[in-house]
């Protein structure tokens, strides 16, 4: 099995690859994000001028995946590993016009609020945060709402301004929310 070993140092105002993100010994399979974005760009070690075009301060995170799981997600591509570069929300439209095309459209940060019923306490979140919406069963929800326009950002000001949607979760399933959204939402 081949090591992958990902080495970067950031430098302002240089790219990516003149700044050291070096793959000793292999060809891994490069993926570019855009921060909570589900698209992704694949760039092979044939096509790794791309990420000379990446502007190092664009970088939100880079993460490496590995043997079962890389092969698991990207089949064979993932053999010699993956190195994910994730960049902020900011810089999607500073991207190349190819990368930013396969990736798609990045959607607008929406607010999303919980609250349970009876209650008027509100746990507020975007679409980047600790919390998992996999973590809340359907069968909690009492009721959803979506929020658009000015209604939005005049009852939650500039947070509201992409849209909110409302999730009503019923008193009673309130003890099986995670922690972090259990004392929010306490009276």
């Known amino acids: 099995m081949k090591l ?38 694949e760039i092979t070690t044939s096509d790794e001028s791309k990420l000379s075009s990446l502007d190092p301060s664009w970088i939100k995170s880079i993460s490496v995946v590995k043997g079962p799981d890389a092969t698991a997600k990207y089949g064979d591509k993932g053999t010699d590993g993956v190195v994910i570069v994730t960049i902020s929300r900011e810089y999607a439209d500073q991207l190349p016009d190819t990368v930013r095309l396969a990736l798609g459209p990045v959607p607008p940060k929406v607010l999303f609020v919980l609250q349970k019923t009876m209650g008027t306490r509100e746990f507020q979140f975007t679409g980047t945060t600790i919390f998992d919406m996999d973590q809340i069963d359907p069968a909690w929800i009492e009721s959803i709402t979506v929020i658009k326009d000015e209604v939005g950002k005049k009852k939650y000001g500039e947070a509201g301004i992409n849209g909110v949607v409302v999730i009503r979760i019923n008193s009673k399933y309130i003890d099986m929310l995670p922690e972090v959204i259990r004392t929010q939402l306490a009276e």
Not at 9 to 29: D, E, K, R
């Open 4 to 41: 992958l070993s990902v080495l970067f140092f950031v430098c302002p105002l240089t790219s990516v690859a003149q700044q050291g993100l070096q793959v000793q010994g292999t060809s891994p399979l490069y993926i570019i994000r855009v921060e909570s974005s589900p698209g992704e760009f």
